[in-house]
Structures are given as C-alpha cells and as structure tokens.
C-alpha cells in the first residue's frame, strides 16, 4: 500500500520530473492526514461533526490522483510526449 | 453448425463440459463426507471462473488493463445482501442502525441480476473519466476506484444501507455445488456468444491496434465503454455469488490482494484465452486451498522402514547429483538452468540426510504453518518465467481438437 501511493504521488507530480515527484508527494501525504484530522479540527473551531471522515483517507489520496488524470494527464509538472503514429 | 471450420473440436469440448455437469450432480447426491473438499473446490473454482473470464474479456480481449475488479465485486456482494435478507431478519443483523433503512426483499434470481445491473451502472460512473486514459495510467485509476468504493462501504454514516464495517448476513444462499455451476455457466455462455460476435471482433481490433481500429470506423469510446460495462456487470454477479458461498459480506474482504489473485488466474491461464481461465481459475484454488495443504503439518519419518527408506533415498539422490553436475558443465538441449535447480534440490535432499545421520532428528524441516504458501509461490514464479504465454496461450479447447490434416492437403488447398 505504501509503494501504491508512492507511485499515486509521482503520477499526480508528473512523471518525468523530479521537482513534480517531490511536491505531488508532499501535497498527497498532508492531505491523507488533513483528512484524517478534519473531524478533529472541525469539532476545536466550534463545528461539531460526528460522521466519521477518517476511512476517507486513503480515498482522498486516489481521488486527488483521479481529478488530475482527469484535469491534466500528464500531472502537475509533467511533459506532454507526442505520440507516433 | 454450418459454418464452424472446427466441428470435431467444438463437439468434444461440448461433451467434456455436458460430463462435467452430470458428474458433479451425481456425485453430490451420493458422495461421502470426505469428499467435502472437492466440492468447497469446485464451488469456489466456479465463482472465480467467472470473475476471471470477465476480467479475460476487458483485459485479454479488449487490451484494457483494469484493476477494479474487487471494486465491482463488493458493489455486486452488498447489492445480493442487502436486498436479499428477510424482513424478520434485519433487526438482529443492523443491530446498530435500529433495523436498517429498506425493509423489502427480492426474490433470489432478480437479485443476482440487480447485482449485476448496479456493478454496470456504478462502471459507466465510473468509465466516462477514466476509459480514455492509456493502460498503466488506467489501471492506478480503477485501482483508485476500487478503493474508493470500499472506503464508502465502510463509512459508518452509511450504516442504515450497508451495516457500516459489521458484517451482513442471514441472506438465502445456495447449497448445492450444480446451482454455482449453473450460473457460471450461463454467464459463461453469455460471454462466449458475445466474443464470436461483430462486438466482440471489434473488441479484438481495438486491441491489436486503436488506431487502425478508429480508422476503420470503430467508435472507439463506445465499445470501450461497452466492454467495461459488460464486464462488470459479470463481475457483480461474481461478487454476488461469493457472498453466497462465505455466507457474509464485509467491505474489508474486498481489498486489491483479491484483483491481483484473478489478474494471476488470466495471466496464469493465458490472456485472451476463456478456457484458459477456466482450467487456471480451478487450478489456482485446488492448489492453494486443497492440494498443497500436506505442507503446513509438521511430519518426521518414523517407524521400522526408517532406516532402510533413508538409505535408500540417499542412494538415489547421490547417483543423481553426480549427472546434474556433469550435466551442467556440458547441457544437451535443455537449459543449464534445469540441471542447476536439479543439482541443487538432490543438495538440500543430501544436507536433510547429512543432518539426519549427525543428530538423528526426522522431523523434515521447514514443514510448518505457512510452507505452503511458499511453495505456492515459487510454483507461480516458475510458470508466470518458463511458461509465459500461459497454460493456453490464445488457443481455446477445441483447438487442442482439431482434426490434424495430411500436409498433402494443405499443399494442394494453396495450389488450388
């Protein structure tokens, strides 16, 4: 599961590229954990939630992944290679 | 039966199947207890034959690689279960969501089909997105996907339709072996019939080559979107079957370790092969749950033929060692790396003997709880490197039957 979302991150930074391969990485794991923790956040602000957003983290990391294929395939830092015919 | 070229072939393989069908309706009748095993076996073969035929028709047939399958599968098991537990039963089993949300049932057949149904409309969501993206990229998606549904099953807001992370159970299930074999088959069928058709040509072509495919005038995003749905479809009603034969459903069975056992069973079995699969599918759970259980239990070699049945073995295994190592500095044909795994099992088998003669221990080592999937594994290394095609290649089974003809003959169709 951790070399899953290791390969998650460097698709999501674009492949390719070593700078991409860090961000993504960093932008998938705080957001695993940023999720993990909203309730908790949440409840310290004042807004109190109780439906249980915990078993969303590793959803988010997948759904972070599907918005950028879906957006912008080639990741967020990555080349665009032209395809022969 | 007029235009089939292999008549010989397609009528064997009909009656193969026909005796199958006969003998395990007969011999559940009358089989004693200890044949148990065998039909644990063939249920659980035939519910992986058809997961692995449908992830045959996306993967092998259409070139789509996806890993959703077990995503599909738990859409497929939960539909099953939750519209199929009986109204008196649902309090006991939602015992933490107050009897849970839908208190209708539906009847056993239309349930498998609604399984079937939700599977497909969840892989239409689903393939709008992701069907246009190329094959790794494709299968972190519907790997993503997979996990994602099991991620919602599991969310206890959702608990007064799926019982959160507890089980569901209680659901009217089949017991007898012939009624698992009588979906599958049909199923089967099904998706026989649909790979001889124009579809299932145009699946082929889209395969070999998207371009030439499109250019040809193919509609390449709707006989992706067609495949993919197809085959979930099957795939859910795949999931449906397993429920009935674990008797529970929960989201937490359903992970990707169970995606890559039956992209093992394809790739195994041949990829673009159904009776490849189908023979690879039984196999795999022979294998895993039946055959190799002799592993796990620690034996030692005890009695009055101990001494004479080491001597023996250590005879046998020195006059063949001494070959292997000759062989491998001169190989005749074969490669070297047959005589090198040769060589060094009668070593290990020699060391045992050596070990046995300093301490006299029986007990053969590395014998214990787990071995077996050691060996499981290595058996799958060996075939997934030597045999790569697979079992059957891209041959179906009447291929294995056909008429072998004179080369005269050929000699004389091309001239003529």
């Known amino acids: ?85 | 039966m007029k235009n089939v070229e292999n008549k010989r072939g397609v009528i064997i393989t009909a009656c193969i199947v026909i005796f199958v069908f006969l003998f395990t309706l007969i011999a559940e009748k009358v089989a004693p207890p200890s044949w148990n095993m065998l039909f644990m076996v063939l249920k659980k073969g035939s519910i992986y034959v058809l997961i692995a035929v449908s992830m045959n028709l996306l993967n092998g047939f259409t070139g789509l690689f996806s890993l959703g399958q077990a995503g599909f599968m738990l859409l497929g098991a939960y539909t099953y279960g939750i519209f199929t537990i009986p109204v008196e039963d649902r309090a006991s089993v939602y015992q933490y969501f107050d009897g849970g949300l839908i208190q209708f049932t539906i009847p056993v057949p239309l349930a498998l089909i609604l399984s079937g149904l939700v599977a497909a409309f969840f892989a239409f969501l689903i393939g709008l997105p992701v069907l246009r993206l190329k094959s790794d990229y494709l299968a972190i998606a519907t790997l993503g996907f997979a996990e994602i549904i099991r991620a919602i099953f599991q969310w206890q807001a959702l608990g007064p339709i799926t019982n959160g992370s507890n089980l569901l159970r209680k659901f009217p299930v089949f017991n007898s072996t012939i009624a698992y074999f009588g979906v599958v088959g049909i199923c089967v069928t099904i998706i026989l019939l649909l790979i001889n058709s124009s579809y299932g040509r145009a699946f082929k072509a889209i395969r070999e080559d998207e371009v030439a495919a499109e250019a040809m005038g193919i509609n390449l995003a709707k006989h992706k979107m067609l495949s993919f749905c197809i085959s979930s479809f099957f795939a859910g009603i795949g999931g449906a079957l397993l429920a009935m034969y674990q008797t529970s459903v929960q989201a937490a069975i359903f992970k990707s370790a169970m995606t890559y056992e039956i992209l093992l069973i394809v790739v195994i079995g041949g990829i673009g092969s159904i009776s490849g699969s189908i023979i690879a599918s039984f196999l795999y759970i022979a294998c895993s749950e039946w055959w190799l259980r002799f592993l796990d239990q620690e034996t030692s070699l005890a009695g009055p033929q101990r001494s004479r049945f080491i001597v023996v073995m250590a005879v046998i295994f020195v006059i063949l060692l001494v070959p292997m190592i000759i062989r491998i500095k001169k190989p005749k044909g074969k490669p070297v790396a047959l005589y090198g795994a040769g060589a060094a099992v009668c070593g290990i088998v020699l060391g045992w003997l050596v070990y046995y003669a300093l301490t006299g221990q029986t007990k053969i080592p590395l014998l214990r709880n787990g071995f077996r999937m050691v060996v499981f594994s290595v058996i799958i290394m060996i075939i997934v490197l030597f045999f790569s095609q697979g079992i059957m290649g891209t041959k179906e089974l009447p291929d294995l039957f056909k008429e072998k003809k004179a080369s005269g003959d050929a000699g004389k169709e091309v001239a003529g």
């Open chain 1, 1 to 85: 599961m951790p070399g899953l979302k290791a390969f998650v991150a460097a698709v999501f930074g674009g492949i390719g590229s070593i700078p991409g391969a860090v961000i993504g990485a960093f932008i998938i794991g705080i957001s695993e954990d940023i999720v993990k923790g909203l309730e908790a956040m949440l409840n310290m602000v004042g807004i109190s939630s109780n439906i249980g957003l915990a078993t969303f983290s590793d959803a988010v990391t997948f759904a972070l992944l599907i918005i950028i294929l879906v957006v912008k395939p080639t990741g967020l830092f990555g080349e665009k290679a032209t395809e022969k015919v």
